[in-house]
């Protein structure tokens, strides 16, 4: 089946810190699409992309989609309080017709 | 824009019943899809409909299954419950495009966390 992986699954860091979390994958991807979970709430779209080595920002955000289609990042520059939650990335694997979520890189923060 | 509603936000069932969920797209959007979340499993695609009709399946027993409405609204049921069935049960809708589930924007809504006991 498709494998999606995404590291870390978790990580702690000290406000002011960056972040980032990757996202790979055995196959080609058409696109794919980043989601935050805030805890307690519901995934939120992020970004979508789609284009091989793709770089889009979003204030302090990152992100980036891999020459190859096959991975991706998001990088949080100096985080914030606000920034906690479960971040997800989810793939659109070539051919298939769904989206894959990975299983997420939950992130916490030391005020 | 009213977003996804879903109801009811929570449920408690016993093993063996079965549960129907509801899921209220936001208006205009005809592709609807719902996942199960655990926190041991993450995010799991069950399926998604497209006017009317089932276009993509997740590897879910038959147990699982769903429908949508002409006015797009779906429903999730979900039969002889198990107590592995407990979980947050999302329900997310996009706009969509008949020819599959390209990458468009999910918007979820809260979920119903189901607990089976």
């Known amino acids: 089946g498709q494998q999606v992986m995404q590291i870390p699954q978790y990580q702690h860091v000290q406000e002011g810190e960056d972040f980032t979390t990757y996202c790979n994958s055995s196959?080609?991807?058409?696109?794919i699409q980043w989601y935050k979970q805030r805890p307690g709430g519901h995934p939120v779209f992020l970004i979508q992309l789609v284009k091989s080595g793709e770089v889009k920002k979003q204030k302090r955000l990152t992100f980036q989609f891999g020459e190859a289609k096959k991975n991706s990042s998001l990088h949080i520059t100096a985080t914030q309080t606000t920034d906690v939650g479960t971040y997800f990335c989810a793939p659109l694997i070539q051919g298939a017709q769904k989206l894959v979520f990975g299983q997420g890189t939950r992130l916490t923060i030391n005020p | 824009k009213a977003g996804v509603t879903q109801t009811p936000r929570y449920l408690i069932k016993t093993r063996g019943q079965q549960v129907t969920l509801s899921c209220s797209p936001i208006s205009g959007h005809r592709s609807v899809s719902w996942y199960q979340q655990t926190p041991g499993q993450g995010l799991q695609f069950l399926f998604e409909y497209f006017s009317e009709t089932q276009r993509n399946k997740g590897n879910f027993p038959g147990r699982f299954s769903g429908r949508q409405f002409s006015n797009s609204r779906s429903e999730m049921n979900v039969s002889t419950l198990e107590l592995g069935d407990s979980a947050l049960y999302l329900c997310?809708?996009?706009?969509?495009?008949?020819?599959?589930?390209?990458?468009?924007?999910?918007?979820f809504g809260p979920g119903t966390r189901l607990t089976v006991t």
């Open positions: 997310a809708s996009s706009s969509g495009l008949a020819g599959g589930l390209t990458a468009y924007e999910q918007y």
């Open positions: 196959t080609t991807l058409s696109n």
